[in-house]
């Protein structure tokens, strides 16, 4: 069993809370070219290896059977209800998932609606990484700004630390929970694929909502576009 799948996701969002938390970025800029690579780096992940790949096995599966256009359709299907789905939970979590999280005024408590959204992202999210381990490293990349902005944001709301921790330290192991759960639970087998089409739509509308925001002031912006391409390089060549 290869256990980086299960220790990459964890500890990226963990390093991500202990620089954010002990060591405050100055500079947001950095994050957000992190944020884009993240996000395209996912994207390119998700297009070239589980894309094609549970298209594949649909089609070596039903090889003899009367119509190809009908399971592409059947998966597709699953992929639009996975990118409603993530609209439906950015309308609790407010945009968490990819780096959206606004405001500076004081919390006494956990924002329960925004722990429970990313919980369930996240498990998701580790669902297809049973069958693809390069999606751990994608999600790993992708979780590691994200938990930088939601600490720095739980910081500046004045969040007790003690809560912070907690949230952080749950969202790390909800991925490697996902992905537990996928490789044990006999109940996934039967919807595996319908699983995985439901989850790259979820990884669709993250990843290119992260890309495809448009820049600060409406400017080109390089330093983002070469973080962008140089994520998609990386992905090629996994």
Do not use: R
Request: glycine share 6%; with cysteine.
């Amino acid at each position: 069993m290869n256990y980086l799948v299960y220790i990459f996701p964890f500890f990226a969002v963990l390093l991500g809370y202990v620089l954010a938390f002990y060591f405050t970025p100055k500079n947001k800029k950095q994050i957000k070219l992190l944020l884009a690579f993240s996000g395209s780096f996912l994207l390119s992940l998700t297009v070239m290896h589980l894309l094609p790949g549970i298209y594949l096995s649909e089609l070596n599966e039903h090889s003899h059977s009367d119509s190809h256009e009908h399971i592409h359709s059947s998966i597709g299907i699953f992929i639009m209800l996975g990118i409603i789905f993530q609209i439906i939970l950015e309308y609790f979590s407010k945009g968490a998932e990819h780096g959206h999280v606004h405001g500076h005024d004081k919390m006494n408590h956990i924002p329960w609606l925004l722990f429970f959204s990313l919980c369930i992202h996240a498990i998701l999210e580790g669902i297809p990484i049973n069958k693809d381990n390069h999606l751990a490293y994608g999600i790993a990349i992708h979780h590691f700004p994200i938990a930088m902005i939601l600490t720095i944001f739980f910081k500046n709301a004045q969040l007790n630390s003690k809560a912070i921790f907690s949230f952080m330290i749950t969202f790390a192991l909800m991925t490697p929970l996902g992905t537990l759960l996928a490789a044990h639970l006999s109940i996934f087998e039967p919807i595996e694929k319908q699983l995985v089409g439901f989850v790259i739509g979820i990884l669709f509308h993250i990843s290119s909502t992260i890309i495809f925001e448009t820049s600060e002031g409406h400017k080109f912006n390089l330093a983002k576009l070469l973080a962008i391409i140089f994520g998609i390089i990386i992905a090629t060549f996994m």
